[in-house]
């Protein structure tokens, strides 16, 4: 069973990309689980996407530690979200942070600094992006971007064909072509550090 | 066959369509929401009638109207939703339906978007209904199906109950052809539907004769079952919905014995077979100790000396949700086997910032807020809330929102409020689709009993909170047609409210004058906050605002009146973070240093 955990915050399209993961999964002849975060937190609050694929998958939630891989869309949301990930798995972060919207009334704010250097220290197998970088302007298609790291990692149990095929199926026409070239951007720029 | 990954509602809407629905109605509800959207999606010719009601209670009166002329009908409702409609649906058990009838509640164990962890299998007992309860997206489209087979069989109602992580997961799901569709023989007029003392005597004795005669069926049905037959042990599990699945993941093939439950009314005679030579049971559930409840009753009738373990003994948690690390631990403490953990020295991580839900950037509550705020600043004043995005206003710096309980409440919690301290200004907020749902029948109460209260009503053309819904004050209907819409405002003038003030709240001035004229006055007044829901405005966006970082002195006050999202302070300056503005310029208009410009060339507002 492979294990994928999306870590983010409400608005950042961490459905969409573990829905991707699934049909992929499933067009490679695997069977897939995902549990979402759809409701209330969807208003900015921190959210996460299970998505197992695998022969015979009962939960759909990963137990803590479980997690092959770990997708976090923003820094403070990986560090919350690590302890699902396993003993040498591989984690991608985002490095740029989503500040709470009470941050600034005072104490509720933090540092993204700090949490990727923790993340440094703790995880192994780290993959740190910018997301500037990665999705420019165009905030929407982080989500596939990050998805093109993680494929161009090679940790998932399939190709990343697969992805591609998934886009075509799931993206609205209209902005298939700029989802494309984001998860290409992502699959061909980053290495392990 | 073709295999699908389907979301566990879409399972259930598909399950429907397959079964040959006819009508399907509901009112939103998270996490119930997406099985009457994807009924709507995939009704190709228009043959299937679908619209969200006003509320569940309409909601399940059409339904229970189509039932009887031999149709088949679901109704979508949230947990809650069942308490609005439950009048109807005590009745109508005992009048009974002649097309299956199938009301898939969706139940909601954290709770993640709810005001109640009720449980819904215990609202079938005392209902005296059949419930379904699926424990993956895959069983629930197949318990749609034998649902609605299941309600004509017995001409009763019976409710399809998923958790959220049943409703809210996707699993491949293995498509299974239609099945053959009639055409409703339509209704035939009969003593059977009018409902009298005597007619209900005799249909409560059926009523009993037929769940009796169901806890034998479901013994055999497939979705309740037992594994682990041959498993050595005294100690045996029991499990239902998610929690199986939790279960199963942590239990070797046969190490013990495992009961999946799957219906109310439990199967007897299975449990018995079950529980033959054990010694101890867990019970792994969500919500109400159910089927815990069930295996201890049938223990004391049968003379049974096996222990039942779970909720009632602390080996389970009594509120909130199943985690499989909860399920785990339980298991392994049950059958002897816990795993030392070993603490793994990592380091302790940086403290992390907590994200309660907020509205959004350029939601136009927090202009409305923002302006009642400012008109009454220094008066003495209640703010009853309501259910909606709008409850976020009682998060700080807003602060707009004292009370909230239930869809509709607002208003006339605000009257009681009002009894006990006239000299005090009263504001209800009420949203638009809150208001048709629940919010009129108040209306009338306060202005027929002449209470002093402000109905804010924060119409965004919308139900935003569980993904922008039509209802009756948007023109919009599922049935992809147009409809006129419903005003507010001549829907309250009816009522006799004359005292009616109507604001755009992004135009600040006005709304702050409109609140000011309300306030001045006595009665039941009406203030109409007009401005569509920014989740509207896709394809029509408005030119964001930044900041002149020239002029900003650093004041602070637009980030601390405001909590919007998308305003922050870096360096000591505002900072407007360009993905997630909206432009809706409620910052620019706090600005005192005018520091805020619309990158349309707008000037402040
Ligand atoms: C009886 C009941 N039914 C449904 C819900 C789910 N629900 C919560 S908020 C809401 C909609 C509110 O819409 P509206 O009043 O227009 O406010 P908005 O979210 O648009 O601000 C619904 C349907 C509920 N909490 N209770």
């Known amino acids: ?193 | 066959m073709a295999k699908k990954l389907l979301m566990g509602n879409e399972a259930i809407a598909l399950g429907a369509i397959r079964a040959g629905v006819r009508v399907v109605t509901g009112y939103p509800g998270t996490p119930s929401s997406e099985v009457l959207e994807t009924v709507a999606k995939n009704n190709s010719g228009g043959q299937i009638y679908v619209e969200w009601s006003v509320n569940e209670k309409a909601a399940l009166e059409v339904a229970a109207g189509a039932a009887y002329s031999g149709a088949r009908a679901l109704v979508t409702m949230k947990q809650v939703g069942l308490n609005v409609a439950s009048d109807p649906l005590m009745s109508l058990n005992y009048v009974g339906v002649k097309g299956g009838l199938v009301l898939v509640v969706a139940d909601d164990p954290g709770p993640i978007s709810s005001q109640t962890e009720q449980d819904t299998r215990r609202f079938a007992g005392f209902a005296k209904l059949a419930l379904f309860d699926p424990s993956s997206p895959e069983e629930a489209y197949e318990m749609a199906a034998y649902a609605f087979a299941h309600s004509e069989r017995y001409g009763r109602p019976v409710i399809l109950r998923p958790t959220t992580r049943v409703c809210h997961s996707c699993a491949s799901v293995e498509i299974s052809p239609e099945i053959a569709r009639r055409t409703p023989p339509g209704f035939e007029k009969s003593s059977r539907w009018t409902i009298f003392p005597k007619l209900v005597y005799e249909n409560h004795q059926k009523i009993e004769d037929e769940l009796v005669r169901a806890r034998v069926e479901f013994s055999n049905m497939s979705h309740n079952f037992y594994t682990g037959g041959n498993a050595a042990g005294k100690k045996g599990i029991a499990a239902g919905g998610v929690s199986y699945a939790y279960v199963r993941e942590n239990l070797k093939e046969d190490e013990c014995k495992l009961l999946k439950i799957s219906t109310v009314p439990f199967p007897d005679a299975l449990a018995l077979k079950f529980l033959d030579g054990l010694e101890e049971v867990l019970v792994a559930e969500e919500l109400d100790p159910v089927i815990e409840d069930e295996l201890v009753r049938l223990c004391g009738v049968n003379g049974i000396s096996a222990k039942i373990l779970g909720k009632r003994t602390g080996h389970m948690p009594r509120a909130g949700e199943n985690t499989p690390e909860i399920v785990a631990n339980a298991v392994s403490a049950f059958l002897g086997n816990a795993k030392t953990v070993s603490p793994d020295g990592a380091p302790e991580p940086p403290r992390l910032p907590v994200r309660p839900p907020v509205l959004c950037a350029g939601c136009p509550h927090r202009a409305s807020f923002h302006a009642v705020k400012e008109a009454v600043k220094g008066t003495p004043a209640v703010f009853s809330g309501d259910i909606g995005c709008y409850t976020l206003g009682n998060a700080q710096p807003l602060d707009m929102v004292d009370t909230c309980l239930c869809m509709g409440a607002g208003v006339t919690v605000a009257q009681g409020l009002q009894r006990m301290a006239p000299e005090v200004l009263h504001f209800a907020f009420i949203g638009d689709s809150t208001f048709f749902h629940s919010g009129i029948t108040g209306i009338v109460n306060a202005v027929y009993n002449q209470t002093d209260i402000i109905v804010a009503v924060l119409d965004n053309s919308t139900t935003a909170m569980t993904g922008s819904q039509p209802h009756p004050g948007t023109g919009v209907t599922m049935m992809g047609g147009q409809s006129e819409k419903i005003s507010i405002e001549k829907v309250v003038r009816a009522l006799g409210v004359s005292e009616v003030y109507k604001a755009d709240p992004l135009d600040q001035k006005a709304a702050k004058e409109a609140v000011r004229g309300a306030a001045a006055q006595k009665g039941v007044r009406v203030l109409l906050f007009e401005s569509p829901c920014i989740a509207l405005l896709r394809g029509k966006e408005k030119p964001k605002y930044k900041i002149n970082p020239e002029k900003c002195t650093g004041c602070t006050l637009c980030v601390k009146k405001l909590g919007c999202p998308a305003v922050s302070m870096e360096s000591r300056k505002a900072y407007i973070t360009p993905g997630l503005c909206a432009g809706c310029g409620l910052c620019a208009g706090v600005c005192p240093a005018k520091a805020i410009l619309s990158e349309g060339g707008g000037q402040n507002v």
Request: net charge neutral; glycine share 14%.
């Open chain 1, 1 to 193: 069973m492979f294990n994928c955990m999306i870590a983010g915050v409400g608005g950042q399209g961490t459905v969409l990309a573990s829905k991707l993961i699934a049909a992929a999964a499933m067009s490679r002849g695997f069977n897939a689980r995902t549990a979402e975060t759809i409701g209330m937190a969807q208003r900015g609050g921190s959210v996460v996407s299970h998505v197992r694929v695998g022969a015979e998958i009962f939960s759909p939630v990963i137990p803590l530690g479980g997690a092959d891989l770990l997708i976090a869309f923003e820094p403070a949301e990986g560090v919350r979200q690590l302890k699902y990930l396993s003993k040498g798995g591989l984690m991608v972060v985002c490095e740029n942070a989503v500040k709470p919207a009470s941050g600034a009334l005072g104490g509720n704010t933090y540092d993204a600094g700090e949490m990727l250097a923790y993340l440094r220290a703790s995880v192994s197998n780290l993959i740190t992006a910018n997301g500037a970088e990665l999705a420019g302007e165009n905030i929407k298609t982080l989500n596939v971007a990050l998805l093109g790291i993680a494929a161009g990692s090679g940790k998932f149990p399939f190709e990343a064909g697969a992805f591609e095929e998934a886009l075509q199926q799931m993206i609205n026409p209209r902005f298939l072509e700029m989802n494309i070239k984001a998860f290409e951007g992502g699959k061909n720029r980053w290495t392990i550090h």
